[in-house]
């Protein structure tokens, strides 16, 4: 009787410990994460910019949240890729933006494949998973840069190099062939 006594006494003291240990732990609440720039096609050993916004309780734009009235917390969130193929995880900080809630991650994926990936708004709870992402091969062989052409931009217009020179050179035709046809005849002598 006395030990089960004294095992309800000690469960009585450790609920309520275990209450104050956890409750900072969620004490900003919970957020949600949403993808505002990412490339349409990430290539293998190419780096990439990955820009999102963190939302406290899925309607405020954070960047930190009062820990206990007094002292601010910045957030600060975890992106983190997982390949099957490659048996690994990979993880990158994000850091904050101006903008309140805006982040960017400079992000890194070694090796072709399919991805699955979260991004951990810390120290707010709540893992925000998003659907695959395929990462393409990069060029094999040597490394192979694309071709650009030479742009010009004239009066908020942006074009090809050579369209220009096509258009000038088209230009100098047409002046020619005014230039010679309002020149007045000339009276030949006899």
């Known amino acids: 009787m006395t030990r089960r006594l004294i095992l309800l006494f000690a469960a009585l003291l450790l609920v309520p410990l275990l209450v104050v240990i956890a409750v900072p732990v969620h004490a900003g ?10 490339p349409e096609e990430i290539v293998a050993g190419r780096p990439f910019t990955l820009q999102f916004m963190v939302w406290q309780h899925g309607n405020k734009a954070v960047h930190e949240i009062s820990w206990d009235g007094k002292r601010m917390i910045p957030i600060k969130p975890l992106v983190s890729f997982g390949s099957a193929e490659a048996g690994q995880k990979l993880m990158f900080d994000a850091q904050p933006a101006k903008e ?6 400079e992000i890194m994926l070694p090796e072709e494949g399919e991805y699955v990936w979260t991004i951990a708004p810390q120290p707010l709870a709540g893992v925000t998973e998003f659907g695959p992402l395929t990462v393409i091969p990069a060029a094999t062989g040597t490394d192979v840069q694309p071709v650009t052409a030479q742009m010009l931009s004239l009066a908020g217009v942006t074009f090809p190099l050579w369209a220009a020179a ?3 050179l088209l230009l100098a ?3 020619l062939a005014l230039r010679t046809r309002s020149l007045p005849n000339k009276p030949t002598t006899h």
């Open 29 to 38: 609440g919970w957020a949600t994460v949403g993808i505002t720039e990412m």
């Open 100 to 105: 309140p809630g805006l982040f960017t991650a």
């Open 166 to 168: 096509a258009g000038l």
């Open 173 to 175: 035709v047409f002046a």
